[in-house]
T-cell receptor
């Protein structure tokens, strides 16, 4: 059973470009969470999704950031018009329907030049 | 909203000693408390978790205790080994069964010296 998959693992963007991060949950998991980790800091919740629904987006900036988890395919975190402050590691976690334990993917390290 | 404080921020021990990391939370409705270990450049890995209906849980050299009255929980690692060196994060959530955002502590950098 493959774990949570994320791609790309590293992403370099120039200011003003778009960043698109993908997350495939573990098989059988229907809940996806996105967290951001700034260098030398803890993890901050961004958004919680189930298939085709955003359950809680209270941690996501109102502008430039969006997330989706379509019926088919991976969950996507999209950052428009990136700025240097968006440079961070973005982790996705998933949990199964019967138990809320969250398992993390390897993360995408975004660097904005 | 929920706030989780974690202490100490750094911890240095000799191999074979015990290590204790403490966390406090603010929301009395919190009911699920996982601990994650993160090695440099790697993903956070769940090492143990506890739910609010349990006071203590143990898994080999790792144990977690929960004091709901005082709103704090602790991670205990016995007989530490160099491979235990990592950053440890505690977290709390109020969601039913853990289905909710995890609020993380700031992390404890543990160094185990041979």
């Amino acid at each position: 059973n493959a774990g949570v998959m994320q791609n790309p693992r590293h992403l370099v963007r120039r200011r003003g470009q778009e960043a698109r991060l993908r997350c495939s949950p573990m098989k059988g998991h229907s809940h996806v969470y996105w967290y951001r980790q700034l260098p030398e800091e803890g993890l901050k919740f961004m958004v919680y999704l189930q298939k085709e629904n955003i359950i809680d987006e209270s941690g996501m900036p109102k502008e430039r950031f969006s997330a989706e988890f379509p019926k088919e395919g991976p969950s996507i975190l999209r950052i428009q018009q990136v700025v240097r402050g968006d440079s961070a590691a973005y982790f996705c976690a998933s949990s199964p329907p019967s138990l809320g334990t969250q398992y993390f993917g390897p993360g995408t390290r975004l660097l904005v030049l | 909203g929920e706030n989780v404080e974690q202490h100490p921020s750094t911890l240095s021990v000799q191999e074979g000693d015990s290590a204790v990391i403490k966390c406090t939370y603010s929301d009395s409705a919190s009911n699920y408390f996982p601990w994650y270990k993160q090695e440099l450049g790697k993903r956070p890995q769940l090492i143990i978790d506890i739910r609010s209906n349990v006071g203590e849980k143990k898994d080999q050299r790792i144990a977690v205790t929960l004091n709901k009255t005082a709103k704090h929980f602790s991670l205990h690692i016995t007989e530490t080994q160099p491979e235990d060196s990592a950053v440890y994060f505690c977290a709390a959530t109020t969601g039913s069964g853990g289905y909710n955002k995890l609020i993380f502590g700031a992390g404890t950098r543990l160094a185990v010296h041979p």
